[in-house]
């Protein structure tokens, strides 16, 4: 799970800053909308929608912002006409990187994709070419000092879990979709703080890169997940902890 895992620490460590430039917010705000649209403004009926709320307050959002972004889905209020694209290609040494994007304008956000690809060592395929490679996941990250290990996989387990990893005084709790919900519930009934919790794609195996592609993937993963349309990027790297140290200082 080396991509994923170490490409949330990164965006863990440089959390602050995106929030500052209000990305965070604004991703989240799209989620929910488009979660409401999708399956209505009841968060007890609609499972994505509960969860897109979850990480929007996980986030600190404000409650009205997300009653807002709830009646906009809905069409309770006037909002924009947001459009769900995934797109699938390759970045440097061969990396499978899949996007899901969220955008009111397909042709603007794919032509900047295809440039930012072409332009960091990478280059945009056809759709199938990579989705193959993962697997949908729930994935709850949950800070190492808030609740003793033994207890978190007991509860975790107990409730569908899957497999629990730690990474920098973070554990990693992943799930089947299906039970995604459930862990979760059971982790809020016990009061544990959840520093994240989603529906992610998990690649089934993973490209070790060094050296300049190593970099290049590491500044091509970080432009794409400051992209405004751009809500997950998924790409199957493995790089060194130190070159992932580097990076996020």
Same mark, same amino acid.
């Given at each position: 799970?080396? !991509?994923?895992?170490?490409?949330?620490?990164?965006?863990?460590?440089?959390?602050?800053? &995106?929030?500052?430039?209000?990305?965070?917010?604004?991703?989240?705000?799209?989620?929910?909308?488009?979660?409401?649209?999708?399956?209505?403004?009841?968060?007890?009926?609609?499972?994505?929608?509960?969860?897109?709320? !979850?990480?929007?307050?996980?986030?600190?959002?404000?409650? &009205?912002?997300? =009653?807002?972004?709830?009646?906009?889905?809905?069409?309770?209020?006037?909002?924009?006409?947001?459009?769900?694209?995934?797109?699938?290609?390759? !970045?440097?040494?061969?990396?499978?990187?899949?996007?899901?994007?969220?955008?009111?304008?397909?042709?603007?956000?794919?032509?900047?994709?295809?440039?930012?690809?072409? =332009?960091?060592?990478?280059?945009?395929?056809?759709?199938?070419?990579?989705?193959?490679?993962?697997?949908?996941?729930?994935?709850?990250?949950?800070?190492?000092?808030?609740?003793?290990? &033994?207890?978190?996989?007991?509860?975790?387990?107990?409730?569908?879990?899957?497999?629990?990893?730690?990474?920098?005084?973070?554990?990693?709790?992943?799930?089947?979709?299906?039970?995604?919900?459930?862990?979760?519930?059971?982790?809020?009934?016990?009061?544990?703080?959840?520093?994240?919790?989603?529906?992610?794609?998990?690649?089934?195996?993973?490209?070790?890169?060094?050296?300049? =592609?190593?970099?290049?993937?590491?500044?091509?993963?970080?432009?794409? $997940?400051?992209? &405004?349309?751009?809500?997950?990027?998924?790409?199957?790297?493995?790089? $060194?902890?130190?070159?992932?140290?580097?990076?996020?200082?």
């Amino acid at each position: 799970m080396s !991509g994923h895992s170490k490409w949330a620490t990164i965006k863990r460590k440089k959390g602050k800053l &995106d929030a500052q430039r209000g990305k965070v917010f604004s991703r989240l705000n799209k989620e929910v909308m488009i979660a409401a649209r999708s399956g209505g403004g009841d968060p007890d009926m609609n499972p994505r929608l509960r969860s897109a709320i !979850g990480a929007a307050k996980a986030a600190n959002m404000p409650q &009205d912002n997300i =009653k807002r972004a709830i009646q906009k889905g809905t069409g309770e209020l006037p909002g924009a006409s947001y459009e769900e694209v995934s797109y699938e290609g390759y !970045g440097p040494g061969g990396v499978a990187i899949l996007i899901e994007v969220v955008t009111d304008n397909k042709n603007r956000t794919v032509a900047e994709i295809r440039a930012l690809l072409t =332009k960091n060592g990478g280059n945009l395929g056809e759709t199938g070419c990579v989705g193959w490679m993962f697997d949908k996941r729930g994935f709850i990250r949950i800070p190492s000092a808030k609740v003793p290990e &033994d207890t978190l996989m007991e509860i975790a387990l107990d409730a569908g879990a899957e497999d629990i990893g730690n990474s920098e005084g973070v554990f990693e709790v992943y799930t089947p979709p299906h039970d995604f919900e459930k862990v979760r519930s059971a982790l809020e009934s016990k009061s544990i703080p959840m520093e994240s919790a989603e529906i992610t794609k998990i690649a089934q195996n993973y490209i070790k890169l060094e050296g300049k =592609k190593a970099e290049q993937m590491l500044r091509l993963m970080s432009l794409l $997940d400051e992209h &405004d349309d751009i809500q997950n990027v998924y790409a199957n790297f493995d790089i $060194d902890d130190a070159l992932i140290e580097q990076f996020s200082q």
